[in-house]
Each structure stands twice: as structure tokens, then as C-alpha cells.
DNA sequence: AATAAAAACAGTAACAGTTACTGTTTTCAA
DNA sequence: TTGAAAACAGTAACTGTTACTGTTTTTATT
């Protein structure tokens, strides 16, 4: 692969990497159109998907039907918030002992998990708890 | 809410019980289509979406972006294949001390989890070793 | 059995998120 | 400086899903 420096890139990169949730195709769109007026949600798209081939973030996919995007590639837990919709990142470790569970009364092969944990976000609790 | 019978959600529901892996509306689809040769797609899916609403089955998002339909109720973890792409029911108890542990260093509600164990499957298995 | 209102239907158009295509502009090694 | 490759903006196309239309089926009431 070959590829050539993209200042929309950049700011599609550095725009993910200000944010703790994870956003999507769309709402990367909408904010680095702050920065580059007339860029088109196509280049979004592809820079996004380019970004996650190479491995520098992490294509997230919620169950809402809609990519989410992460500029954290370490693996993680996420936690979805149920009001606000929001992907956020969980400080735990990963629980290998679960795929063993999984593997022990299954016959095919285990080879990892994906986990969302889903409630209500610290900002959400927060609103209703006032 | 007020049913009234229908032939074709009948098919749906028993075509969808005769599956262990967990079929995407096109495929119940297809396959109800021949005993409905006339069946609409529509219909597969509005009765896909009323059959879920009701309870009487599980609308799966798996994460490649398309539904999946379950006819088994009562929660369950699955297992996805990353090679054949089919949904797999896992008979394993809940794991309720993982949202103790998600909670832990967390600010917001843990309420609970979603997990999609991968791999490959019994049927890949046997193909590979084979 | 006849009837009529409600529900479901088949068929199709519309919709949202995403990807692919076009001709133009930018990058960067030679 | 230049030219090929890559990325771009803009837009059309694609896919899974939902909504709309006029017709048929169901079912409770006669």
C-alpha cells in the first residue's frame, strides 16, 4: 500500500482522537467540515475505512446499525448507553476465562468475544439523579 | 394489539424454529418462498419486526450490519463463525459477575451485556481438519 | 352461510447508511 | 519541475430496511 499524505485524513484522525465516545461516519463528518468547509462525506467514508484497514482506529459496530469509530485500537471493553446513545470506553481487563467457559460445551473453536455493556453513561446519571 | 392469523407468519415462525443458526431476513426469505412462491420480502420483514415485538422471537445484531432472527427467546449467548457467517446459540448460564467487574471503575449504570463469542464453528471445524 | 371491518397481503417506492464512479486537484519521488 | 499515483469533491449507485397503495384474507357478528 501507498499511501500519499491527506491534510482530511489528519484532521479526520485528530478529530477521533479528541473524543471518548465514539462517533460516527456522520458526526466525523459534520465537525471537520468545521475545518474543511466543502469536504464530501465520501472522503469521510473512505478515510475512515482506510484508517481502520491500516489498523490506527477501530471500526465499532453497536448493534444501532450505524459505524462507530474509536481512535483507541488497544482491546476494550465498551459500554452504550441506552439513553444517550453514546460509546464509551471501560477500564477493565479483557476476561479470556469467558471464551474458556464459552469453549466447554461447545464444539467448534472459541477464539475471542465481543462484549458491549449498555445502561446509563456517567452524564445521563448524572441528569437524572438532579 | 390485535392478530389476526396469517399462513405466511406461520411459515416464518416454523421455518425459523427448524434453524440453529439464526437466519437473516433474506434467507427466510428465499426459503419461505417456496412454499409462499408469491411471498413479498415486505411481509418476511413485517412479520420479522411484529414476531419480535410480540416476544415470540429475537432480533440478533451481530455486527456485519444485518439482522438476524433467533427463534429461541430465553437469553443466551451466541457465537458467531468468521469463516461460514452463521449464528450459533451457546448453552452457557449468564455471566452476571462480569457487570460487577464492568462496574467497578465505572461512573455511569452498568445494567447489563451483550457478548458475541467468534470463531469457528463445529461444521468449519471438521471442513479444515478434514 | 353472508357480511363487513380490521388485519395482512403483494408489489413497489422511499429511505438511510455506505460504497463506487467521475473528472479534478494534490502529493511527492524522480 | 514534472508527471504518475493518490486523494479529492461531487454524485450516482447499492443494500438492507421501512412505508405506502390498493387488493385479499381473516374473523367476529349477524
Redesign the pocket.
Same mark, same amino acid.
Given at each position: 500500500m501507498?499511501?500519499?499524505?491527506?491534510?482530511?485524513?489528519d484532521a479526520i484522525k485528530a478529530f477521533l482522537m479528541t473524543r471518548v465516545d465514539h462517533p460516527?461516519? $456522520?458526526v466525523v463528518y459534520m465537525n471537520v467540515r468545521e475545518q474543511?468547509p466543502?469536504?464530501?462525506?465520501?472522503?469521510v467514508?473512505?478515510?475512515l475505512?482506510l484508517l481502520a484497514d491500516i489498523g490506527e482506529i477501530d471500526r465499532i459496530r453497536v448493534g444501532d446499525?450505524? $459505524?462507530h469509530f474509536d481512535a483507541t485500537v488497544e482491546p476494550h471493553y465498551h459500554f452504550i448507553c441506552t439513553s444517550c446513545g453514546s460509546v464509551i470506553d471501560l477500564d477493565m481487563d479483557t476476561l479470556v476465562e469467558m471464551d474458556e467457559i464459552a469453549s466447554s460445551n461447545f464444539d467448534g473453536q472459541v477464539e475471542g468475544h465481543i462484549t458491549y455493556f449498555y445502561g446509563s453513561c456517567p452524564a445521563c446519571t448524572k441528569q437524572v439523579t438532579n
Open positions: 501507498n499511501l500519499k499524505h491527506s491534510k482530511q485524513r460516527t461516519a $456522520d474543511f466543502n469536504i464530501s462525506l465520501g472522503t467514508y473512505r478515510n475505512t446499525g450505524i $459505524d
